[in-house]
Structures are given as C-alpha cells and as structure tokens.
C-alpha cells in the first residue's frame, strides 16, 4: 500500500469511503467497518512488487462479487449470458486503476477469489481505505490501494 496515501489518509482523521456507481440498482457507499459486517474471507498472498521484490501480506475482507451481487447490477434477465458483457473498473485515490470482468469473479465462470479488504495483516484499513486483492495474481499491479471507487459497466457499445 502506498505509505503516502496511507499517511494522507491517516491525517484527514475521517474513515475512507468507496462508492459502488454504474449499471446498479442500488449504488452505495461504504466504509471498511460496512466491509467488516460482511461475511469476512481470509487471504495469505504473496506477490511481486515492481519497486520491493516479493510482498506476503495477509487479507481479510468480504468476496466483490457478494458486495456488487447487494448492489444489484442490471443484467437483463431475460438473457441469460447477459452478466458477461458487464465490465468492473476500481479506482484508487492514489489514481491507480484497474479492470475486471464480471466473468472473472463469477462462481458460475472465473470464480477468482477476489476480495475487498478491510484488514492488511490483521490492521484494520479503516483511513486507508479497503483494497483490492486478487490473490491468483502474482504480480501485484491490480491490487488497487486506497479504493475511493468501483464503476460497474454493462451499457458499452459492441464491436460491428
């Protein structure tokens, strides 16, 4: 995790907030200790870092499929492949960003673990903010730190 965005975050002395915007039903906002009410999953992971070699840091923290399946993306349920085109873009405060698909953390298809954390070896995030953990990485350039925002796209326009 970035020490400024951490020490930014640390010095402002409110709880970190992430906001669920896009195809939703139900957009939300949350806070580490809204994570920390969910069902709690545990991660020991080891990945590459670019500027410190290999990290091993243990997560905990609730599956981002089950906190974007609560937010109610609008697959069209009359088509049943529908939730496959749905795109999920994290941002995080420092202006790191990623992207996934919703076939990547879907139990039906990818099922990759993926979680938002609340704890990074057993300290709570709660001014930091939650992370993104994808544990099947083994480089850690998709763990996104300090997450202020998860977009869930399905409206994108199809290749002709």
């Excluded at 993104?132 to 083994?138: E, T």
Aim: hydrophobic share 45%.
């Amino acid at each position: 995790m970035s020490q400024t965005l951490a020490a930014a975050r640390t010095t402002a002395g409110s709880a970190a907030e992430l906001v669920l915007t896009g195809d939703l039903d139900r957009p939300s906002r949350l806070t580490v200790p809204d994570l920390l009410a969910w069902p709690q999953h545990a991660a020991e992971v080891a990945f590459g870092c670019a500027t410190s070699g290999v990290r091993h840091h243990r997560f905990t923290g609730p599956l981002l499929h089950d906190v974007l399946t609560a937010a109610r993306p609008a697959f069209d349920r009359a088509r049943r492949k529908d939730r496959l085109r749905f795109l999920i873009a994290v941002r995080g405060a420092d202006g790191h960003r990623t992207l996934l698909s919703w076939a990547e953390i879907d139990p039906d298809f990818g099922r990759a673990p993926v979680l938002l954390a609340a704890t990074l070896d057993d300290t709570p995030l709660d001014r930091a903010g939650a992370q993104l953990v994808l544990p099947q990485d083994r480089c850690g350039a998709r763990y996104i730190s300090g997450i202020e925002a998860i977009h869930v796209d399905g409206g994108y326009t199809a290749w002709t």
